[in-house]
DNA sequence: GCATATTTGTCCGTATGTATC
DNA sequence: CGATACATACGGACAAATATG
């Protein structure tokens, strides 16, 4: 029948085993961030390649946010912390291609929202609540608008942190700026701060109380009436309404 | 006080500015996916660049998924339709570098599946239904693990995809293929597939009945079951109990 | 503060294997 | 099959930028 099932072999180019081997380097920890590779000259010795398919490799790197390299540098390229940089850079690519219309992106982020608040609920800790507290004061101080924004963002970052899932905080943070970038100019109306602070405190509220559910609604909901606005109709109706019919389906 | 804010101004490389042009014009839908770039000596022309220089810019293009380019191709670099594999490759450095825990990535399943379940058994098509069905046909009727599994991720393509949500689908997709990966030798028994088509099955009834919320908790408890002994105690309890605390509030 | 050496950014020319017509 | 045009890879070169003594 079937028999041996051979790999179809791809030719791979001199700078991608290149890049495969300093990523293997990263990944494994052998290179750590804040340590530098050797400079082009050295390290086209060691791979005894030519140093034009050593800097595609780089270029390779840094795009992936690995590495940066500055000219003159004489200690060679720095190996950088993981940054959600290039998580950003593709989620936002894919909504660009108008793959992805608003209503998924705020689709998205009720869902996410709606799990931190969960989890937030239950696993936060003291020193969260405080920052969570302090977002809010700074919202209802904030003068211009970037500084309420500044605050609402931290705020958010405060309770995805304390849901214990770096993923989740990353996505959310992702999600959130490609939103707010697509709809910077609309939105941000100073006659609607006072509903967002109410809306924090509730949330905060909820979490304080340890009622996740609940802070998950009040999530959902206020994602809902702010985006709304500017959604075809009933775009976010469902994940509301079943949202609400997990609940009816308990009382069951 | 605050003067002019002024840009940092950041010496920006040649290759850079020719990485955002054609970023831009694929993202503006000038170039289209399947249409060819002008070959390197062109670009080189039409850049006034060295040769050197446009390679740079192709490698980067070439890593974030949107480019193509074969050794002797007459027609110039392909321009590559969307593929999520960008968004792959970065979620899963950001595992690898060990920055995510095997629990985060499950915990991440179990919300975005939740998600899925919850929009995909009110907005599902006739026809996706019959994918489900013919997936879940198959995964009985599979000898070999691949065929199983192959069959298995049918099964929840189908479900993400009747969700209407290209952005759940695809990070589902995503966060499943690493967390397989992660543990792919341990798994896969073959005494655990009549339990995992029944789950299936229980699931797409649930979702043909229109039950969102039944169907979610069914994956959740699915995922917890499956994965909890590889997992720290108590690692998705606090998610499949808050999800349960969502019913008992409603209920009170 | 300044000069120097090193490194990166960029350019040019060339050779080689390959895909298309 | 042959001719052509292409991508891959090599090596040498110069200017700008940077760190070091």
Avoid: W
Wanted: with cysteine; hydrophobic share 45%.
């Amino acid at each position: 029948m079937s028999g041996p099932r051979f790999q179809p072999v791809r030719t791979v180019r001199a700078y991608e085993r290149i890049v495969e081997q300093i990523e293997h380097a990263v990944e494994s920890g052998e290179l750590r961030p804040g340590e530098r590779l050797p400079s082009e000259r050295d390290l086209m010795v060691q791979f005894s390649v030519s140093r034009s398919t050593v800097r595609e490799a780089l270029r390779v790197l840094q795009a992936r946010g690995m590495v940066r390299s500055r000219p003159g540098d004489p200690h060679g390229a720095e190996v950088l912390p993981f940054t959600p940089a290039a998580l950003h850079k593709s989620m936002t690519t894919l909504a660009r291609v108008d793959e992805l219309s608003l209503a998924e992106l705020v689709q998205f982020r009720m869902v996410l929202e709606g799990a931190a608040y969960l989890l937030a609920a239950r696993l936060h800790t003291p020193s969260q609540l405080a920052e969570m507290d302090a977002a809010i004061a700074r919202m209802r101080a904030a003068e211009g608008e970037e500084e309420f924004g500044a605050a609402d963002v931290d705020f958010h970052d405060a309770v995805a942190r304390a849901s214990g899932n770096k993923l989740i905080q990353i996505c959310s943070d992702v999600v959130r700026s490609i939103v707010v970038n697509l709809i910077a100019d609309k939105i941000r109306a100073p006659e609607l701060r006072a509903r967002s602070i109410a809306h924090h405190e509730e949330a905060l509220a909820a979490v304080r109380a340890g009622d996740g559910p609940l802070a998950a609604r009040l999530a959902r909901q206020a994602l809902s009436d702010f985006y709304s606005p500017y959604l075809p109709e009933g775009a976010l109706g469902v994940l509301l309404e079943e949202a609400a019919g997990e609940e009816a389906a308990g009382g069951a």
